[in-house]
């Protein structure tokens, strides 16, 4: 029964970890599959928008017979309630768990698994989770509707500070107020990653970091447009509403201050950028030390140029002052598309913990699309079995930018005008393709 177990888990983990889920990921140390992470990123138009929350998974011996225990991490030390099933203990209410009575057929069976349980948590993170208390689904009296919007704003602000700003600083190493590490107390704790990376296992498990600081270049300017809804909606320095629901103990209490928010938010985009920057300097290090990565990434870029040399695409890639962890690659517009004629600057960034590290790719060469972001980072996807392999990265990019009919995913939201204009009306997507065009030939002045 146990090797059975062990067997289901670890299929549903591959199969979830190959799904195309943007909003899904999983997590476990090679040597204890029966203790998985999961993080959940809040869905499109809900106050949990682009958001951080992660869970632990602990399986038992009896499961799938069994359902897993479930515990919610991102409550804030315990102290913040994101939604009336999720409580700030970290418990998580479905019936599907076993942990809240439900109607007849809602129980857990052995046919339900991972992603069945991360389905219904996400279906909790609507757009009107005051509705998820029971006594409260059909509460339409006014007082209700002021509660709605009340709660909407603060989980809002919450999810904002706490899963996204909170996280971020506390992977980038920022100080209590947001500033900037100096340069060489960042190369120090890069020195003591390396070192310890292989044969640390006392390390904390933070198999997300990566994600969450590329997913932030994503959705930067999503959280941006968020703060100033939120400016507009309440003024900094006013209390939350307690909801009826809220006890003393398990609820969400504080004020609203979006102009900190957006101060603190400002401060991890420049982080991440010093961050891209110090990978240059320490490969430079690691290539004068021949490092397997610098060795590795040397011989990777050889077989790029290679490959350009031997196809039809007229690309073009180089390393910048011959650091293998750095790379310009000169990307030519495809003929008989509004990219036509368009030559971009596109620079790509590797970490000396490649792959675990994935590059950070950014566009030098402004481009108005909907893939790309305003900053120059591009939304792509490189398939989880290549992730160490580097042209498949440039490959996405490339098949991103040239994608004749994508399909319509809100999680892909990185350029929120572009976005906007190009699945909107039919005269939306003139103006989308207008200012494409125009963004194309001032590539080539």
Avoid at 24 to 42: P, Y
Avoid at 178 to 197: F, L, N, R
Avoid at 422 to 432: A, L, M, Q, T
Wanted: aromatic letters at 10%; hydrophobic letters at 30%.
């Amino acid at each position: 029964m146990a090797d059975q177990s062990v067997f289901r888990i670890t299929k549903e983990l591959s199969d979830l970890q190959k799904n195309s889920d943007l909003s899904l990921a999983v997590a476990c140390r090679d040597i204890d599959v029966r203790n998985v992470k999961a993080l959940i990123i809040g869905p499109h138009e809900t106050p949990y928008e682009f958001g951080f929350f992660e869970f632990a998974f602990k399986f038992n011996k009896d499961y799938p017979r069994k359902s897993p225990n479930v515990l919610a991490l991102t409550t804030n030390g315990g102290r913040c309630r994101f939604n009336p099933n999720i409580y700030s203990n970290g418990r998580v209410c479905l019936s599907i768990l076993g942990t809240w009575r439900g109607e007849r057929g809602e129980e857990w069976s052995a046919a339900q698994g991972l992603e069945s349980i991360l389905i219904s948590i996400q279906s909790l993170m609507s757009g009107n989770p005051y509705e998820n208390e029971p006594g409260f689904e059909d509460a339409n009296e006014p007082s209700d509707k002021k509660h709605q919007k009340e709660y909407v704003e603060k989980i809002r602000h919450e999810t904002l500070r706490i899963s996204v700003i909170q996280r971020l600083e506390e992977y980038l190493g920022l100080d209590g107020d947001g500033t900037i590490p100096s340069q060489s107390a960042s190369k120090e704790t890069y020195d003591i990653d390396m070192d310890t990376m292989d044969d640390d296992t006392t390390a904390p498990f933070e198999p997300f970091k990566d994600l969450c600081k590329r997913r932030f270049l994503w959705y930067y300017d999503s959280y941006l447009a968020t703060i100033q809804r939120g400016k507009d909606e309440v003024k900094d320095g006013q209390p939350f509403a307690r909801m009826p629901f809220e006890g003393s103990s398990n609820t969400m209490e504080g004020k609203f201050n979006y102009s900190e928010l957006e101060r603190r938010l400002r401060n991890i985009k420049k982080a991440l950028e010093v961050e891209a920057e110090m990978w240059a300097a320490e490969g430079h290090t690691a290539k004068g030390k021949e490092s397997t990565v610098a060795v590795n990434l040397q011989r990777q870029f050889e077989q790029v140029v290679e490959s350009f040399k031997r196809t039809d695409k007229p690309h073009n890639v180089e390393l910048e002052d011959k650091n293998p962890f750095v790379w310009i690659l000169t990307y030519f517009g495809k003929p008989m598309t509004n990219l036509d004629g368009g030559l971009f600057r596109i620079k790509i960034s590797f970490s000396p913990r490649f792959p675990e590290e994935q590059p950070r790719i950014n566009f030098e060469t402004r481009i108005f699309h909907h893939r790309i972001a305003a900053d120059g980072t591009p939304c792509y996807f490189s398939p989880l079995s290549r992730r160490e392999d580097a042209k498949s990265h440039i490959e996405a990019v490339i098949d991103a930018l040239e994608e004749e009919q994508p399909p319509y995913d809100p999680r892909t939201i990185i350029n929120p005008e572009a976005f906007k204009l190009y699945w909107g009306s039919s005269d939306d997507r003139k103006v989308y393709n207008r200012r494409l065009r125009r963004s194309v030939q001032q590539s080539m002045e």
